[in-house]
């Protein structure tokens, strides 16, 4: 794949296998998180590391800029974070958190390249959300009312981008053994999830379709998961 690609939440977890699998595809990627000594230690001549928090307008107004500068055809928004409580637990803080990082910084972070590839006319955005974009349980109100929101740009992103070429995907992860959610990669009981380059796969095979090709969703759970739809 000779694409430039720009990945957020790209310091580990999903993010980080996202930016392993495109470089080892031949591209070249634009990463940014807010940890960005994470992200320079993987020093690569094809990956340009900028610091990026997406909740930030000017953070992401930057990102989008580099991005495009380096000529960007696809845009992984990937950052998130999740909080599960019940509803009366809840904080203003917490809402903030969640709200900020999973629905307004991908928002932010497309408007920053949408100019670029409305002039491009060939560019794919694709959004990591979650199996619960679209359906909710105990203590998951915040964590899915921002994934139903995230699921809403998403597709509305895909009516607006059929103007100008846009091809939208949503990538709807179940359980993955990341740091999701304050937790340690490779915890016992996450044995069996899917993991992180799983997900990156999903992200490298929507970005190899032909042209004609445009592949709105992929819903993709670990085996032992309960089916739910
Ligand atoms: O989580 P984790 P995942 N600005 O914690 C970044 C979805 N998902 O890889 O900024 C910029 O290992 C953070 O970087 P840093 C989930 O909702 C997961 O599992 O340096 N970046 C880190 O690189 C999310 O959308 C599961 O702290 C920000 C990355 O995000 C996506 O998968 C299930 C940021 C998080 O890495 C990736 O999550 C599911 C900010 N403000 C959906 N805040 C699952 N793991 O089971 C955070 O259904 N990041």
């Known amino acids: 794949s000779h694409h430039t690609v720009a990945v957020t939440g790209a310091s580990r977890g999903i993010g980080q296998a996202v930016v392993r ?5 031949g591209a070249r990627v634009v990463a940014g998180a ?3 000594s994470a992200l320079e230690a993987l020093p690569h001549p094809n990956l340009t590391a900028v610091s990026l928090d997406v909740t930030d307008p000017a953070a992401a107004r930057a990102f989008g800029a580099r991005a ?9 928004n990937n950052a998130g974070v999740g909080v599960f409580k019940p509803t009366e637990e809840i904080t203003l803080e917490d809402y903030r958190r969640v709200m900020d990082t999973n629905v307004l910084g991908t928002l932010l972070v497309t408007q920053a390249l949408l100019p670029h590839f409305q002039a491009r006319r060939d560019a794919s955005v694709i959004n990591v959300t979650s199996d619960v974009s679209d359906r909710t349980f105990a203590g998951g109100a915040l964590y899915t009312a921002s994934k139903f929101a995230q699921r809403a740009l998403t597709r509305a992103l895909a009516y607006e981008g059929q103007a100008y070429g846009l091809r939208v995907t949503e990538i709807r992860p179940g359980m993955v053994d990341t740091y999701f959610a304050d937790t340690q990669q490779g915890e016992a009981h996450k044995h069996g999830w899917l993991r992180a380059e799983d997900i990156a796969q999903a992200v490298v ?6 042209p004609h090709l445009r592949v709105d969703e992929l819903l993709l759970h670990p085996v032992q998961q309960e089916v739910t739809f």
Do not use: C, F, H, T
């Open 21 to 25: 699998a495109l470089l080892e595809r």
């Open 205 to 210: 095979y929507v970005l190899s379709q032909p």
């Open 68 to 76: 495009a500068e380096l000529g960007a055809s696809a845009l992984i």
């Open 34 to 36: 807010r940890d960005v």
